[in-house]
Nanobody, 127 residues
């Protein structure tokens, strides 16, 4: 079992930046591939970014590629999402997710692939 707690959300103007954090506790953090998803009001949850448990492989949705960066710190059991050049359409609740994996280089971009989810953090981008 692992617990995930997101933080770092808030209100920011278009063009600004935020860094989300997801702190994991429980089972060995390095055994998990991690991902970020988001859900805007009235829309389905969508994939944002993913990182392998080694940290060496990352994958992004086209809508955030070049603006967002996912990273992880094994010493702190934390995964980050650095969000730059934010747009109003980035407004959503952001969730981190974890998947048990024995493949160091694998990442996952489908919600059903993940085993654990955080409670979410709100990101609002004003125009």
């Amino acid at each position: 079992q692992v617990q995930l707690v997101e933080s770092g959300g808030g209100l920011v103007q278009a063009g600004g930046s935020l860094r989300l954090s997801c702190a994991a506790s429980g089972r060995t953090f390095s055994s998990y591939a991690m991902g970020w998803f988001r859900q805007a009001p009235g829309k389905e949850r969508e994939f944002v970014a993913a990182i392998s448990w080694s940290g060496g492989s990352t994958y992004y949705a086209d809508s955030v590629k070049g603006r967002f960066t996912i990273s992880r710190d094994h010493a702190k059991n934390t995964v980050y999402l650095q969000m730059n050049s934010l747009k109003p359409e980035d407004t959503a609740v952001y969730y981190c997710a974890a998947r048990i994996t024995y493949y160091s280089g694998s990442y996952y971009y489908t919600g059903n692939d993940y085993d654990y989810w955080g409670q979410g953090t709100q990101v609002t981008v004003s125009s």
